[in-house]
Antibody, heavy 116, light 112 residues
């Protein structure tokens, strides 16, 4: 069974950092694009970032460019999202998602709260 | 960025009746390979989103045939032939053609 499990969320002060992780199981993570999509409380879905199967291509939403870094460790079947200079508007559930042009598997999400 | 616009934003439906959601994009989602890069997702209450329809009209694995997707270019429709209680939630369209991938605002389907 294909599964994606996020971890690393929590409460952080504005300007702080967090590192999210996404562990894949039931499939070969290294064969797939992996994305992060976030959802602020009571709001819709917003695409954040993606990384190619071998890590050679990464893309970011303008709102996080220069602050977030996506990376992957295929040997450990894991993708990471390093989030720096966090702002209140980054508060959201962050989903790890498998897919190229469409998203066929989603994790359960991890909540990031940026507040003093 | 490609702007995705859904209507209606709220959709009360009587169980057993059909339902339809529209999604329009600010640019054509039809690629040279003749695929429309438009997907539909359902987020049930308290759950993660799940893929319903990909590339405009293809049902994802395990999705009942009550769900169908149609359209091309900039105008798309998700239809549910007979709404069931399990269909309640928020439906999103998403364009997968360009980065950043962008979602519609969401359509909340509820039972009358």
């Amino acid at each position: 069974e294909v599964q994606l499990e996020e971890s690393g969320g929590g409460l952080v002060q504005p300007g702080g950092s967090l590192r999210l992780s996404c562990a894949g199981s039931g499939f070969t993570l290294s064969s797939h694009w992996i994305h992060w999509v976030r959802q602020a409380p009571g709001k819709g879905l917003v695409w954040v970032s993606r990384i190619y199967s071998d890590g050679s291509v990464t893309n970011y939403a303008d709102s996080v460019k220069g602050r977030f870094t996506i990376s992957r460790d295929n040997a450990k079947n894991t993708v990471h999202l390093q989030m720096n200079s966090l702002r209140a508007e980054d508060t959201a559930v962050y989903y790890c998602v498998r897919g190229g042009n469409y998203f066929d598997y989603w994790g359960q999400g991890t909540l990031v709260t940026v507040s003093s | 960025d490609i702007v995705m616009t859904q209507s209606p934003l709220s959709l009360p439906v009587t169980p057993g009746e059909p339902a339809s959601i529209s999604c329009s994009s600010s640019q054509s989602l039809l690629y040279s390979n003749e695929y429309n890069y438009l997907d539909w997702y359902l987020q049930k209450p308290g759950q993660s989103p799940q893929l319903l329809i990909y590339l405009g009209s293809n049902r994802a694995s395990g999705v009942p045939d009550r769900f169908s997707g149609s359209g091309s270019g900039t105008d798309f429709t998700l239809k549910i032939s007979r709404v069931e209680a399990d269909d309640v939630g928020v439906y999103y369209c998403m364009q997968g053609l360009q980065i950043p991938h962008t979602f519609g605002q969401g359509t909340k389907l509820e039972l009358k």
